[in-house]
């Protein structure tokens, strides 16, 4: 194949532009922000389910302490209205007064436990609300660092992306003053060679493959005529000649 010398320089060109492309999708792909966003979500969600749990031990331990406390009222209540026939002097047989002065002590008995049972559902239903408040702020707190965290990636992926059109438009603009055939043999290597279609000679090394070629190479090189189209023997790719190539 042959090509004009500036046609092949343009080609590098072209590769340098094609080569930022590739620069761009990487970057796009390996944003810091991504792995920070993966690790805020994965904290978010395992806060946002001991907040759930937090909460929902404080809706259990206020029905517990709801129930305490009626069983507390009915004691009481009780007890008063025990109180109140003894106080009467409706009872009168001295059996019926000493089952009832035993029952006013079972049920002093009864409430003072049922007081206890609310005092210690009141302290776990605290501790509880204390939880849940903390966790709810360290998740408000994450949920902040995690929308900062999708700003600058949105801001980083705008960017990249503005970059991206560019590059591709001028590339597009390059490609179409290189010959057909030249690009589509340049297009096919670089599908091959992981995106490195053509490579300066610089100084007897192709810096495709990054190898320095062996006498009869350059020889070969330099006899061949400047609008040759010639290939590395390494690597297989489009080798451009230019003033440093050190023929």
């Known amino acids: ?15 340098a532009l094609d080569s930022r492309i590739a620069q761009l999708d990487h970057r796009r792909k390996n944003l810091p922000e991504h792995a920070e966003l993966e690790r805020l979500n994965a904290d978010l969600a395992q806060l946002r389910d001991l907040l759930v749990a937090a909460r929902t031990e404080d809706g259990d ?6 129930k305490a406390e009626q069983d507390v009222d009915q004691v009481r209540q009780r007890a008063a209205r025990d109180q109140q026939r003894l106080d009467s002097g409706v009872v009168t047989s001295p059996k019926d007064l000493e089952n009832l002065q ?3 002590a079972s049920l002093a008995k009864r409430q003072s436990d049922l007081e206890d049972i609310v005092l210690e559902v009141m302290e776990r239903r605290e ?12 998740v408000e707190s994450l949920e ?12 980083a992926l705008q960017a ?39 490579a300066r000679l610089y100084q007897k090394r192709c810096e495709g493959c990054r190898l320095e070629l062996n006498i009869t190479e350059l020889n070969e090189m330099r006899a061949a005529a400047p609008d040759t189209v010639v290939r590395c023997e390494n690597c297989r790719r489009i080798l451009v000649r230019t003033a440093d190539s050190g023929l």
């Open 102 to 104: 035993r029952e006013l």
């Open 144 to 155: 902040a660092k995690t929308a900062e965290a999708e700003q600058r990636k949105t801001e």
């Open 61 to 66: 331990t206020a029905r517990e302490q709801t």
């Open 160 to 198: 990249i992306d503005a970059e991206g059109f560019t590059v591709a438009k001028e590339r597009e603009e390059l490609a179409a003053t290189v010959p057909g055939d030249l690009l589509a043999l340049y297009d096919k290597l670089r599908a091959q060679q992981g995106g490195v279609g053509a």
């Open 127 to 138: 501790a509880a609300q204390e939880r849940a408040a903390e966790l709810a702020g360290r």
């Open 1 to 15: 194949m042959n090509a004009a010398p500036a046609d092949q320089i343009r080609l590098l060109d072209v590769q």
